[in-house]
């Protein structure tokens, strides 16, 4: 966080972690709706791939979340995975692979296909980008250079793709 604070996931046991700069390490957020990627709003928030029940969510500094979406065309997400978060634009950028998670009742995929998604920072204007994933995984970006950055576990290969805002 802006303060030099460390968090990270414990999906397995369902919490979000937070290291202080002091060094005390404490459970930040439990349960975290199985939080996986996260990545810091500029705001301050942190934005969470809680692929508990397939969603994104948006946690305040005081551990507080809201559900910012869990649906694509009316159907749930596959597991939204990793996010990053435009510092200057109100968009993100988040990965949603297929794992069979064992908290799921679903054994199939909800979508079609694993792919990446841009969607406004409100969680309004979700679009699967045209790009064909195996598995896509990771992601992160480069505001200044304007290119996105995926891992596809699934091929082995890592793609830079030029940052489209609209």
Known sequence: DDQGNVFFTDQPNNRIV????DGKVEDFLKPAGRCNGM???????LIGCAD??????EIDSAGNHRVLFGKFNDRKLNGPNDVWVHPVLPIMY????YYQRPWWEHKQPPQE??????VGRDGDRIERLPFNFVQ???IVGDAKRGVVYVADIG???????????K
């Open 18 to 21: 937070r290291v202080g700069v």
């Open 39 to 45: 990545f810091f709003a500029p705001d301050g928030k």
């Open 52 to 57: 508990e029940n397939n969603e994104m969510w």
């Open 94 to 97: 988040f990965t949603d692979p």
């Open 113 to 118: 296909v694993q792919a990446i998604y841009r």
């Open 136 to 138: 896509p995984n990771g």
């Open 155 to 165: 091929e082995g290969n890592i793609y830079r793709f030029q940052l489209d805002a």
